[in-house]
Structure formats: structure tokens, C-alpha cells
């Protein structure tokens, strides 16, 4: 059932398009009047029985007066208002609420609900400090972790819609995805002046995803745009709420695209006969599907515990050690904060992670065991490089799944006592006493760990660049 105070309005609607005042259709319900002017008022649930009679009377159906969209513009501004006024932040400030009337102009309705949005905006963004967004991150981490890192139900979304475009096998193209977006009502627009905040624009007016002309080599970073900008459809998105949501929105949408560029069924085929060869490679899943390294990582760990029962660790860090992304299921202590959260946190200095960025040769996977005081684990790391700065990527398994991954016979290995500072954050006593007092180091701040929440109303991009984005291309042929 749609929430009272547009069950109201649309009571109220039919009952005006039928001409009917509340008196005369009291009398042929069988209601007093006062009854179905608090039900018109969103005040009173109407028992079934009696939204029956009034939907027979009004020569509509029940459906009809349960649809949750507004009945009308005026009256969607009406039940905004409404709303706004009943939440917490309103009510604090102790002012009377305001009942718009007849003739209170549909301008000043829009108006004071626009003022609304406004302060309830500049209110989650006054409370959506950093560490707030740290905790969002580190729920999310564990709810992932708690399902394996598995989503069935998009799982099965994204199979859904690669099939209906016939996708057989091997990496989903250009026009696949193309297909997919034709389905949804879409077409896809290469444009080259993006708003410089957002990576692409969905216009649900016209129709169309701007997505840029270049992007990752391969095609992997279009189509993965293309997917997510999709996926928010897909997935019944709305404007987000607070960080979050963005952040459970975003992971959804990244979930989705890597589902329909890795589909489960062909995926899982693929690692079984791997794992049956004991010759598991995430090179060779990043090329069987034409993916990044990481994208392959990432799914692995989508598909891993759930269809090989294989308990595993991601981690992607900077050149400077620092964890960007993270997770694990199977006992890896990673680095957290007083929070819980991983990300900005230091790897230990021993780990698969930060080794591999001393090898002169990087092209291939860098193997080693880690033994940890929780137990011995096997990492494979690829190393890149962005613009901004390098980066690894690694997978990681317990020592015993080792026997099912290409690599286990390296002979690298290395010893981490973290968390204990002893082991690789605090210095020797010998070097503390050469040193101490005796030199300054100026450390290198990770911005993105310190900086506040997004602003705008889709976190971390300028509304003013995209609304002109969006009218400069208005009217373009699709």
C-alpha cells in the first residue's frame, strides 16, 4: 500500500474528477464525512472494504487508488512539503507546520519545498564527516564479507540480460553492450566534455549514457561505464541519501557490469577447469574475458568461495603502501583504524603487496608465501601504474589452497609479525637511539582519506558543470 498521504490525495483526486463533494460520497459509502476527510488527509488507513466501496463509487479500481505515483505535479509538491515538515530536522526547530491551501500558488509550493531539499541537503553534508564516511566503508566491507562477497540476485539480473542480447561465450563486446542499452531504452554517446567530475552521465530524459570516446585500453573501461551507468536502472536506483547509500549504490553498479562482462555460468566453467588443472590464474581470467586485472580479481572473489570453496583476500594498494580496497574471508589481519576501517591504512612492508614493487621486472605476477601469526597465506600481485602514482593488485589464499593456483612452486617467501609495531613500524633500538631527535620526516597525507563527503546532489560531482552539460546537449539527435 502506498504511504497515507498519497493514498489521500488520490482518494481525494477521483473523488473531485467525479464530482462528488465529501457529504454525497459519505452517504453512498456509508461514512461520515469527517472519516474520509482524515483518509483524504493521509490521517486515517481506510480498511479495505471501504476503499473498495469508494473506488466502485468513484468509478475506478482499487489499484487505481493504490498507486503510489502522486495523482498530480500540485500534488507531489503537496506531499513533499509534507514530508519535509515531518522530519526531525523541521520539527526541531519548533515553527508550526505550514498546510498549503487552494490557493497558495503551485510557485510558492515549489519554492519552499526547494528550500526544503535544500537544508536537508546542507544538513547531511554538515554531519558527513570522514569519519563517517570511514565507518560507512568498513560496514560495507562487512556485509560483503559476511555473503562471500556474493550477490545472487544481481548475479542472476546480469546472466538475464547478457543472454537476451544472445552473448554465448568468451568477452562481451561493444555491441553487446549496445544491445543492452537499446533494450533499457538507451543509446550510447561517446562525448569528449564530460563534466571533469564524473566518469559518465546518464540522461534519463533524452535517453542516452555520454560516456568518453578513450578510456582503459581494450574497451573494458567503456563497457564497464556503459554496464553501471545501466545497472542504476537495472537495480531501481535513486537519488542517494547519504554516503552510505552512495556507497552501496556504487558497489551494486560495479557488481552488476562485472557480472555481465564476466557472466557466472561461462565464468565458473572457466575456474573449474582451471582449479581441475591446478593451474588457476587470474591473467588467465583477465584475458579469457578482455578485463583488467583487477576487474578479474575482483570477480574472482565474487565466485571463488561461493562456486570453488575457496576462501580468499583482494587488496589493491598505492606505491606507498597504502591499502585503497580490501577484503577478505579468510582470516587475512588486515590493518584497521580505531573505526574498523581498512582503507588508508599501511600494509606491513613484508606482504606480497609491497614487495612486488621492488622487482626492476614487472610485466608478469609476482608469487610468494606470507606467513603471518594467523598462518602462512599465498599471493599472487600485479603491479601498474596510473597517472597519479603505482598501484598492486593482489589475490591471496591460505597455504593449503595454494595446490590449485599457477605460482605455488616459488620459492619467495616472507615472515610478518603486524599487527605488532615491532615488526615493521618501529625501528630498532639501535637505530631509535642513532636517530632520535636527530631528523624529521615530512609525511606524505592521503587526501582522500581526510577529505569530507562529496557535495552536490550526486556525491563527488559539480551540479552546475553537469545541468550545463546536460543543456548543451539537449536536442541532439540520438
Known amino acids: 500500500m502506498p504511504d497515507l498521504s498519497t493514498l489521500g490525495r488520490r482518494v481525494r ?19 461520515a464525512p469527517s472519516q474520509l476527510s482524515l483518509i483524504e488527509n493521509g490521517r486515517r488507513e481506510p480498511r479495505i472494504t471501504l476503499l473498495t466501496a469508494i473506488a466502485t463509487r468513484l468509478g475506478v479500481t482499487v489499484g487505481d487508488l493504490l ?54 541537503r546542507r544538513a547531511r553534508q554538515a554531519i558527513a564527516t570522514p569519519e563517517e564516511a570511514r565507518r560507512a566503508n568498513t560496514r560495507q566491507r562487512l ?28 568477452a562481451l563486446t561493444h555491441r553487446s553492450v549496445s544491445l543492452m542499452a537499446e533494450r533499457l531504452g538507451l543509446s550510447i554517446v561517446h562525448a569528449d566534455d564530460l563534466p571533469h567530475s564524473a566518469r559518465c552521465v546518464l540522461d534519463l530524459e533524452s535517453g ?16 564497464s561505464l556503459a554496464l553501471q551507468a545501466m545497472a542504476h536502472i537495472r537495480l531501481g536506483h535513486g537519488e542517494p541519501q547519504d554516503y552510505a547509500d552512495f556507497l552501496r549504490q556504487r558497489q551494486d553498479a560495479s557488481y552488476y557490469a562485472a557480472a555481465c562482462l564476466m557472466p557466472e555460468t561461462a565464468a565458473v566453467a572457466f575456474l573449474e577447469s582451471a ?32 562456486h570453488l570453496g575457496i576462501r580468499l583476500h583482494f587488496l589493491r594498494a598505492g606505491g606507498d603502501g597504502a591499502l585503497v580496497r580490501a577484503y577478505e574471508n579468510d582470516g587475512l589481519p588486515l590493518p584497521v583504524d580505531v573505526t574498523g576501517a581498512a582503507e588508508g591504512q599501511i600494509l606491513c612492508r613484508y606482504w606480497s603487496a609491497r614487495r612486488a614493487f621492488a622487482r ?21 600481485t600485479q603491479t601498474g601504474t596510473t597517472e597519479a602514482e603505482e598501484f598492486s593488485i593482489t589475490l ?83
Not at 75 to 97: C, D, V
Not at 275 to 303: M, P, Q, W, Y
Open 275 to 306: 582449479k581441475r588443472a591446478r593451474d588457476i590464474a587470474i591473467e588467465d581470467f583477465r584475458d579469457a574475458f578482455g578485463v583488467t586485472h583487477e576487474a578479474a580479481a575482483l570477480r574472482f572473489s565474487n565466485l571463488a568461495t561461493v
Open 360 to 380: 626492476t621486472t614487472r610485466t608478469t605476477e609476482y608469487f610468494q608465501y606470507t606467513d603471518t601469526p594467523v598462518g602462512t597465506f599465498f599471493e599472487a
Open 13 to 31: 483526486h477521483f473523488r473531485t474528477q467525479a464530482g462528488l463533494t465529501l457529504d454525497r460520497l459519505g452517504r453512498d459509502v456509508d461514512v
Open 208 to 223: 542516452r549514457i555520454y560516456i568518453p570516446p578513450a578510456s582503459i585500453p581494450g574497451g573494458h573501461g567503456l563497457r
Open 143 to 170: 556485509r560483503m564479507e559476511a555473503v562471500d562477497n556474493h550477490v545472487p540476485e544481481i548475479e542472476a539480473l546480469a546472466s538475464e540480460d547478457v543472454a537476451a542480447v544472445g552473448h554465448a561465450g568468451g
Open 396 to 478: 591471496g589464499v591460505p597455504f593449503e589452497e595454494s595446490r590449485w593456483f599457477r605460482g605455488r612452486e616459488t620459492q619467495n617467501r616472507a615472515a610478518s609479525r603486524c599487527p605488532d609495531l615491532s615488526c615493521c613500524r618501529r625501528p630498532d633500538a639501535e637505530s631509535a637511539e642513532r636517530w632520535g631527535g636527530r631528523a624529521w620526516a615530512s609525511a606524505r597525507v592521503h587526501a582522500h582519506i581526510f577529505s569530507p563527503l562529496p557535495q552536490g546532489t550526486y556525491p563527488g560531482v559539480d551540479d552546475r558543470e553537469l545541468y550545463e552539460f546536460l543543456e548543451s546537449h539537449a536536442g541532439e539527435p540520438r
Open 67 to 120: 498507486d503510489e505515483a502522486p495523482p498530480s505535479p500540485r500534488a507531489a509538491l503537496e506531499i513533499a512539503l509534507e514530508r519535509a515538515q515531518g522530519g526531525s530536522a523541521y520539527r526541531e526547530l519548533g515553527l508550526p507546520e505550514l498546510r498549503p491551501t487552494r490557493s497558495m500558488p503551485d510557485d510558492v509550493l515549489r519554492t519552499l519545498v526547494g528550500l526544503h531539499r535544500e537544508l536537508d
